[in-house]
C-alpha cells in the first residue's frame, strides 16, 4: 500500500466493511493522499441485506477501534446476552438484527430456526442471531469486537483468543498472528499462527509477562502469510497442524523413571514409551491429566503438588526432584525476620478517608468492597483500572457492577467514581508524573485486592503481578504517608498447599516453618506480606493486611464470581455433586463458607478504625459445618451423596472427564498428619466492638448456592 502513488487520485470516499477496522488502517490510508479522505465503516451480514450500520472515521475519536454507528433506518440492531436479555451500557452482547432488511430465512429449515428466532421484544418480527460481538456506549454507538466463537472454554478457563493475538501483536517482529482451538487425539489445544521473517523462539517466555499460564500457546507456527479465503477471512482449512520435534528417545535410568514413564504413556495414550527427557507439556498435557497423575501418584505413596509438574516438566526432572531432598534455600530471605508483635505500635491519627484509591475494582471482592465504600461512606473512589479486551476501564467497571448488582442504578453513584485507566504491572501504575503526585497529594489511603489467585503457574509471573505491583505501592503510601489497606489470604500459612509443620497460626504470625517456596501463590502472598511488614518497622509505612479465607457466595441471594468456574470452592462443591460420593474421611472435615458480602463489608468497616501502625485480620467465618452436615444440607436440596473410601473416590476422580482441579488440597489435607489451628479472636474482638457477625451457614444458604450453580451450568 505504501508503494502506491495516489497523490493526483480522484477518490475521496472508502466504504470499509468485513471486519474489525482499526485506526492504523484508516490511518495508512489517510497518508496516501494529499487531500482529505472520508472512510465509512459499515457493517451488515448477508441474512440482513449487507448494510446495516455506518459511521464515518474520525482521527480523534477515543475508541479502541472505529465504531460501527448507529443502526439505518427501519433496523433494529440488539445486544443480548445468552437469555435473550439486554445487555446494559458499556457491555459486551451479542448483535442481534431485526426490521424490514432481514431475509425470511436460509432454504435449511434447521438453520433457519437456529438463527432466525421469535423477536421478544417486537412481536411478530423475527431476530437474527449474527454471532457477532459489540459493545454499546452511553452516546449510543456501537462498537464491533469481533466473533462470539472467538471467546473459548480451555480446562475450565474461558479465554479470549483476541488477547493473546493482541500481546502476541506487541512482539516487534510479528507482522500478523492467528490464534486457533483445535483437537487433537481428544486434548484441546492453542496454537498461534504468527508472520515473521524468521522463526522467534521463546515466544511463550515472551507471553509469561503479561499472561496467565492457562493462555499460554502449546504450539507456536511462522507462517510467511495468513491463508485468507477469498472473501478476505481466515482460511482455516488451509492452517497447517503443528508438529512438535520431540527429543531423542532416553529410557528410564531408575525404578521411579520407570513409574513415571508408565504413568505417563498410559495417561496420554501413547504407542511407544515416552522419553524420560521429553518435555511432557508438549504431549497435549492438560490440568485435567495433571491431577490425574496426581491422584495415581498419592495412590502409590508419592506426595506431590500440581506446581511441580510445572517446575519439572521432565520425567527425569521430576524423578530427580522426588530422590533428592531440595534444599529450601530460604534462610537467605528469612535472615532477620521481622517479628510482628515488636513492630506493632499503636497510632493516633484520625483518617479522615474522603478520597480512596482502589486497585482491583473489577474482581468479585473488589466489586463488592467499591458497592460497601459507596452506600456506607461518603468517599469518592479512584479506580485504577487497566484496558482488557478492547473495552475501556469504564465500560469495564460499569458492566461488573451491572452483572453484580442487577437491582442498583449505578448511574446515582458515579460522581462518586473516579476510573482512571492504569496498571499495576507498570512503573507508577502506568500513570504519568503528573496524575500519580496529584492522586498521591490527593487521597487518604490504597485498598489493594488485586491479585492472581491461580494456584499453579510460572513464578515470574506470580512475582510480578502479587509481589512487585504490592512493593510498588508500598512505595506509594511511603512517599505520600497515606496508609495501605491489603488483601491477602490465610493460604499464606501454607496449609493444605505445601508442606507445614503443627501449630498455630495467629494475627501476629508470619513465618510458622511452612515451605512456602513449594507453591508460586502462597510464595508471591509471603513475600509481600513480609515487604509490607517490613516497611512498617521503622513506621515509615502505616497498613492492614487481611487474611482472608474462603470467599462464597452473597449470603442473601448466593450470587457468585462471574467466572464461577475458575474458582476452587464451587469446583470442589461441583465435584460431590456431580461425582455422587463423598469421602468417608471428610465427614468430621471443617468446611468454611466466608460470604463475599461480609468479607467487603468487614473490610471497609475495619479499615476506619486502624489503631497500630501494622494491623493484621483473619477474615473467616468461624462458624464451620463439618462434612457430614454439608451432605444432610445436600440432601435437603434433594441431591443423594453416597459415602465412599478416599480410594474410591480417587478412582472416580480419575475417571471424570471434567476438570476437578479443587479437589486435591482435601486430599492432601486427608493424608497430611500436620495440622495447622488457624486463630482469629483478635479479629473477631474487633468485630464484636463494632457489633459485626459472621452469618450460620443453614441450609437455605446452601441451596442458594445450588441454585446458581444450576442457572450457570444452564
Known amino acids: 500500500m505504501q508503494d502506491l ?6 477518490i475521496c470516499k472508502f466504504i ?3 471486519d474489525i477496522l482499526t485506526k492504523e488502517m484508516c490511518e495508512k490510508i489517510t497518508s496516501l493522499f494529499s487531500h482529505p479522505i472520508h472512510i465509512y465503516n459499515e457493517y ?7 448494510g446495516c450500520m455506518i459511521y464515518e472515521y474520525n482521527a480523534n475519536d477515543a475508541y479502541t477501534s472505529v465504531p460501527i454507528g448507529y443502526p439505518i433506518d427501519h433496523t433494529q440492531i440488539l445486544l443480548l446476552n445468552n437469555d435473550l436479555e439486554l445487555t446494559p451500557l458499556g457491555s459486551i452482547g451479542e448483535m442481534y438484527i431485526s426490521g424490514d432488511c432481514l431475509a425470511l430465512g436460509y432454504t435449511d429449515n434447521k438453520k433457519t430456526d437456529e438463527r432466525f428466532l421469535n423477536n421478544p421484544f417486537y412481536p411478530p418480527h423475527k431476530l ?10 452511553p452516546n449510543g454507538i456501537m462498537e464491533y469486537l469481533g466473533r462470539s466463537d472467538f471467546q473459548v472454554k480451555l480446562n475450565g478457563y474461558r479465554i479470549e483468543l483476541g488477547e493473546i493475538q493482541s500481546a502476541l501483536l ?20 492453542l496454537c498461534a499462527y504468527y508472520v515473521s521473517d524468521h522463526e522467534i523462539e521463546n515466544l511463550s517466555d515472551f507471553l509469561k509477562k503479561n499472561l496467565p499460564t ?10 510467511d502469510k495468513l491463508p485468507l479465503t477469498i472473501n478476505g477471512k481466515i482460511d482455516k482449512s488451509a492452517l497447517p497442524l503443528p508438529k512438535k520435534n520431540h527429543t531423542k528417545y532416553v529410557k ?16 496420554l495414550e501413547l504407542k511407544n514409551p515416552i522419553s524420560v527427557e521429553d518435555n511432557f507439556f508438549d504431549y497435549y498435557v492438560d490440568s485435567l491429566l495433571l491431577i490425574k497423575a496426581q491422584s495415581i501418584l498419592y495412590s502409590k505413596g508419592i506426595s506431590i503438588n500440581t506446581q511441580n509438574f510445572y517446575e519439572y516438566p521432565t520425567i527425569r526432572k521430576l524423578a530427580d526432584f522426588l530422590l533428592i531432598d531440595q534444599p529450601n534455600n530460604t534462610s537467605a530471605f528469612l535472615e532477620e525476620m521481622p517479628i510482628v508483635k515488636e513492630i506493632r505500635k499503636p497510632i493516633h491519627i484520625s483518617f479522615d478517608l474522603k478520597n480512596i484509591i482502589l486497585f482491583g475494582a473489577t474482581g468479585f471482592l473488589g466489586m463488592h468492597i467499591l458497592y460497601y465504600l459507596l452506600t456506607t461512606t461518603h468517599s469518592k473512589i479512584f479506580c485504577i483500572i487497566r484496558k482488557k479486551d478492547a473495552i475501556n476501564p469504564l465500560s469495564r467497571l460499569i458492566r461488573k457492577f451491572q452483572f453484580y448488582f442487577s437491582d442498583l442504578d449505578i448511574e446515582q453513584y458515579l460522581y462518586r467514581i473516579k476510573v482512571i485507566e492504569g496498571n499495576i504491572l507498570d512503573g507508577k501504575f502506568g500513570l504519568n508524573d503528573e496524575l500519580y503526585n496529584l492522586l498521591g497529594n490527593k487521597c487518604d489511603c490504597v485498598i489493594d485486592t488485586a491479585a492472581l489467585v491461580k494456584h499453579y503457574g510460572n513464578y515470574e509471573l506470580f512475582n510480578k503481578t502479587n509481589v512487585t505491583s504490592t512493593k510498588s505501592m508500598i512505595a506509594f503510601c511511603k512517599k505520600f504517608q497515606i496508609p495501605l489497606h491489603y488483601i491477602s489470604t490465610m493460604s499464606v500459612s501454607g496449609h493444605g498447599l505445601v508442606k507445614t509443620p503443627s501449630g498455630d497460626f495467629t494475627e501476629d504470625d508470619l513465618y510458622i516453618g511452612q515451605s512456602f517456596r513449594e507453591n508460586v501463590y502462597v510464595r508471591s502472598k509471603f513475600e509481600a506480606e513480609k515487604a509490607i511488614v517490613e516497611a512498617c518497622k521503622n513506621e515509615d509505612l502505616i497498613a492492614s493486611i487481611y487474611r482472608l479465607g474462603t470467599i462464597t457466595n452473597r449470603y442473601f441471594d448466593g450470587v457468585f464470581q462471574e467466572n464461577f468456574a475458575d474458582n476452587a470452592f464451587l469446583n470442589r462443591l461441583d465435584a460431590f455433586i456431580n461425582l455422587g460420593i463423598f469421602p468417608k474421611e471428610l465427614y468430621h472435615f471443617n468446611f468454611e463458607f466466608s460470604p463475599v458480602d461480609f468479607c467487603a463489608n468487614f473490610i471497609v468497616q475495619l479499615m476506619q478504625h486502624q489503631q497500630h501502625n501494622l494491623e493484621i485480620y483473619h477474615l473467616y467465618n468461624n462458624y464451620y459445618i463439618s462434612g457430614n452436615e454439608l451432605i444432610n ?42 495440622i495447622i489451628t488457624f486463630h482469629n479472636e483478635k479479629t473477631s474482638s474487633v468485630l464484636n466492638s463494632l457489633n459485626l457477625d459472621w452469618p450460620k451457614i443453614t441450609s437455605e444458604y446452601i441451596h442458594k448456592i445450588l441454585i446458581y450453580l444450576k442457572e450457570k451450568h444452564s
Open 214 to 223: 492457562y493462555m499460554i500457546p502449546t504450539y507456536f507456527v511462522r507462517l
Open 170 to 189: 506487541t512482539h516487534s517482529s510479528i507482522k500478523d498472528v492467528y490464534v486457533s482451538l483445535f483437537e487433537i487425539s481428544g486434548h484441546k489445544l
Open 5 to 10: 502513488d495516489l497523490t493526483n487520485s480522484a
Open 633 to 674: 444440607m445436600l440432601s435437603d436440596s434433594g441431591l443423594s451423596i453416597k459415602p465412599c473410601s478416599i480410594n474410591d473416590f480417587k478412582v472416580a476422580l480419575i475417571n471424570a472427564k471434567s476438570n476437578y482441579f479443587g479437589i486435591t488440597a482435601y486430599i492432601r489435607n486427608i493424608h497430611n498428619k500436620n
Open 16 to 18: 470499509l466493511g468485513g
Open 44 to 50: 451488515g451480514p448477508t441474512e440482513a441485506t449487507v
Open 252 to 267: 528410564p535410568q531408575n525404578p521411579l523413571e520407570k513409574t513415571l514413564q508408565e504413568l505417563f504413556t498410559s495417561l
Open 128 to 137: 437474527y442471531k449474527t454471532g457477532d460481538l459489540a459493545i454499546l456506549h
